[in-house]
């Protein structure tokens, strides 16, 4: 999920697709006082996909933060967005936190 804050700081969630964020949870590590959801035309237009197709690895999303939930690790294979709204990415649990080592791994996830 990209979510923008009061200063236009962009923010990347990692959440498994059975699970909801936890806004409050989220505000709180991030330190922003107010986040909102980024509006599909505003992904659309800003970096090219479409909302379900966000990947949250490679360089296609320009953010400043990124968080993913430790719950996206708990299955040996890991299913995520390509980009592209007609398939997706299948990795292992290891090779995804090698990829996503940069990010803030947190519970974001209710």
Known sequence: MLLVG??????????????KLNLKRLKKLSGQK???LMDK???KKEF????????PVGSMIGYS???VDPSVFEEEVVDIS??????????KRDDLK???????IADIAK
Do not use: C, Y
Request: aromatic share 2%; charged share 15%; proline share 6%.
């Open 34 to 36: 107010s986040l909102q």
């Open 48 to 55: 090219g996909v479409v909302v379900g197709a966000l990947a």
């Open 41 to 43: 035309e505003t992904i």
């Open 82 to 91: 390509s980009g592209d709204p007609t398939a997706g990415l299948e990795l």
């Open 65 to 67: 933060l990124l968080f």
């Open 6 to 19: 009061p200063d236009e700081m962009i923010i990347l969630a990692v959440v498994p697709g059975n699970k």
């Open 98 to 104: 090698r990829l996503l080592g940069h990010a803030t």
